[in-house]
């Protein structure tokens, strides 16, 4: 299946999960959300301003998927660098990713990618936010097949990370309650009652 293919024919008035924004990808920014900010992306900038966290002057790296697919990423780096911070945006697939890793003030993880990011490359004090949400078989004798891990591995000690997100779990609920946030703004709009 051709998954970009599948997102696109969700009708721009109808995404309230932001899909659309696929198709603005190879703009140069600063480019407009053809619905709304994708809901994981705004979820981790207001995660960001509600823990009272400066994002202006950072160094932010935003680690995407690599694929035709990937909304993440994109609008999370568009929405930072808005905010005043300077974006690298790199795929799991990126050489010298843990170069790369190791200079970031805030590190956002989108990589689909169990335990992609291991401890000794975030720097001390790096704020984390983990949006992976990936499926593990679990060791022999847990009771479950399989897990759900995030991109960040937390088998690992991260005493040096200033603030760090559990995955899957905490960008998750952001992620809702955007998506319920983007549903009010879409049916405002189809109502003209903004």
């Given amino acids: 299946m051709d998954k970009a293919k599948i997102l696109n024919a969700v009708g721009v008035e109808k995404d309230v999960d ?3 924004s696929i198709k ?14 994708p809901c994981t992306a705004r979820g ?14 950072t160094s932010v790296v935003v680690i995407g998927n690599g694929t035709d697919t990937d909304i ?24 010298n990713l843990k170069e790369i890793i190791r200079q970031a003030d805030i590190l956002i993880s989108a990589a689909e990618r169990a335990y992609l990011v291991r401890a000794r490359w975030i ?3 790096t704020i984390v936010i983990d949006t992976g949400n990936n499926i593990m078989k679990s060791p022999l ?25 559990p995955a899957p779990g905490v960008v998750e609920s952001m992620t809702t309650a955007m998506l319920l946030s983007n549903t009010l703004l879409m049916a405002k709009r189809a109502l003209n009652f903004e």
């Fill in 141 to 165: 004798g847990s009771g479950s097949s399989y897990r759900f891990v995030g991109d960040v591995c937390y088998e690992e000690p991260y005493e040096w990370a200033s603030v760090i997100t």
């Fill in 44 to 57: 981790c900038i207001r995660l960001l301003h509600e823990s009272d966290i400066r994002i202006k002057g």
């Fill in 18 to 20: 932001g899909f659309s």
């Fill in 24 to 37: 603005t990808r190879d703009q140069e920014p600063p480019f407009l959300f053809p619905s709304v900010i």
């Fill in 72 to 95: 993440v990423a994109p609008a999370a780096a568009y929405l930072l660098q808005r905010h005043g911070a300077k974006v690298t945006v790199v795929h799991r697939g990126t050489e």
């Fill in 123 to 125: 720097k001390p004090g």
